[in-house]
């Protein structure tokens, strides 16, 4: 199986106006990996926890997680998997539901419906949607994770034809203004039939792009070489290549090139996010001012855009002083900031003659003491007449003891019971679904009443789909 790129970015198959036929459109959920594993679980009756899997599959908030990853967390669960690469027209053939991955770097849930011309397609946390197959194909990448009780085999193959699978489908680089670089993106032909490179695009004139040979034997191997002139650029670099063939499967395949030209004065990491921070912490960062030119660097002064952003300048350490010379920058962020967001601007002024000038954005995102995991009741997918159950644990890490004084569901087929596991520290809260609640898509919230002043109400939401043709 091979191994794709981590997954991060999202794509969202939302409803078109009129009908029930969706289209792809960006969000910004990260955990759709282990999500759709979670969802799989919970089909098979095999219990698991969103935390668990993130563990088990190696995710991370940076990287999010690979196919490979799941498949051993799969495995570890007792269950069967197995990756390959599959047409998109053939998923209908498949028992179970299949983790497939966009090449948005996307997981989401895919299952088979009773026409050949609509999948279902469940972006998790969101509902199951109906999704043409055309519009599906345009961000399938042709790699799926089949996930069962039995073990798993692929349908046989109808006849012959070419698989054009990369070792890999993304590049990062780090550059200078006025220095070139070239990669060399490796594919072979896993299929039983030649295949042709018909022709290759970029999304800009900054890149030139070849293949060599554009026909290939099965089992043969090729390679698409790029080069990226840097010339007029600063920054962050975000272009793609994109290799058209005769890959009945991914006739288009995308190659994402991600790097950075840097000035003579570069910032490690460019910019400082705290991530989720506590309202009452007080949160500590550093940042590597390097010179790559090997001078002396001198920081004159440093000003923030925030009175609650304050740093100060030491030497450098560990393996930037073997190779750099510069200073670290010791950020402080000082706590009592308003819950949301969080932006400020350091501007580091320098004795750098070129660029004297480093601005180095700070991000964080300020939550309130009191914590809900996970984030929503999820209930998958059920029979009618059914009913079932979902937990989520509340717990604060103030100082102040935390009392829930009741919880309540917007839907009347719908109960929450509070439990108390540390008294004033920690709950589990579960909500029943009962057998009577009717067919269709459940969209509910259930309300946390507090005795916090500053989070009085907090509002969790409650996702599931119930299939008609239970008892």
Avoid at 87 to 104: G, M, N, Q, T
Avoid at 427 to 437: I, K
Wanted: aromatic share 8%; hydrophobic share 40%; with cysteine.
């Amino acid at each position: 199986m091979p191994r794709i790129t981590r997954a991060r970015s999202v794509v969202l198959f939302v409803l078109l106006a009129g009908s029930v036929v969706a289209r792809p459109q960006e969000t910004t959920t990260q955990l759709c990996g282990p999500s759709c594993l979670y969802a799989v679980c919970q089909l098979l009756g095999v219990k698991a926890d969103i935390e668990e899997l993130k563990k088990l599959s190696g995710y991370t908030e940076t990287n999010g997680v690979t196919m490979w990853g799941l498949s051993v967390a799969a495995k570890s669960k007792g269950l069967h998997s197995l990756g390959m690469k599959i047409a998109a027209e053939r998923l209908s053939e498949l028992k179970f539901p299949v983790i497939a991955y966009l090449w948005d770097n996307h997981f989401v849930l895919v299952e088979k419906t009773d026409t050949e011309t609509l999948l279902k397609v469940t972006d998790l946390p969101g509902k199951p949607t109906l999704v043409t197959r055309q519009d599906f194909s345009e961000r399938y990448s042709g790699f799926v994770l089949l996930v069962s009780k039995e073990p798993c085999t692929a349908p046989e193959q109808k006849q012959k034809s070419p698989d054009l699978r990369f070792v890999e489908y993304r590049w990062r680089f780090t550059t200078e203004p006025t220095t070139q670089v070239q990669h060399s993106f490796e594919f072979r032909n896993a299929g039983d039939a030649e295949l042709v490179i018909s022709k290759q695009r970029k999304t800009c004139g900054c890149i030139h792009a070849s293949v060599f040979p554009e026909k290939i034997p099965p089992r043969g191997v090729g390679r698409v070489e790029v080069t990226f002139d840097p010339t007029g650029r600063v920054g962050l670099q975000q272009q793609t290549v994109y290799i058209h063939s005769n890959d009945p499967i991914t006739p288009l395949i995308p190659l994402n090139l991600v790097g950075i030209v840097q000035r003579e004065l570069v910032a490690v990491p460019w910019n400082l996010s705290f991530g989720d921070i506590r309202r009452s912490e007080r949160a500590q960062g550093e940042v590597a001012l390097l010179s790559p030119a090997g001078e002396d660097l001198v920081v004159n002064n440093i000003a923030s855009s925030s009175k609650a952003v304050s740093a100060t300048t030491c030497g450098l350490a560990g393996r930037y002083s073997k190779y750099f010379k510069g200073c670290t920058v010791k950020v402080t962020l000082h706590p009592s900031l308003p819950v949301g967001p969080f932006r400020a601007i350091l501007v580091v002024r320098t004795n750098c003659k070129k660029w004297p000038e480093v601005q180095i954005p700070v991000s964080a995102n300020v939550v309130e003491d009191i914590e809900v995991h996970p984030s929503m009741f999820f209930f998958n997918f059920m029979k009618q007449g059914e009913g079932n159950t979902s937990r989520i644990t509340v717990l604060t890490t103030g100082v102040a003891p935390l009392k829930i004084e009741k919880a309540e569901a917007d839907l009347p087929f719908l109960s929450t019971d509070v439990i108390s596991v540390r008294e004033g520290r920690e709950y589990v809260l579960q909500t029943t679904l009962s057998r009577a609640a009717p067919p269709g898509n459940v969209k509910a919230t259930v309300t946390i009443h507090t005795d916090d002043p500053s989070q009085p109400r907090i509002r969790v939401p409650v996702y599931g789909f119930i299939e008609e043709g239970g008892h």
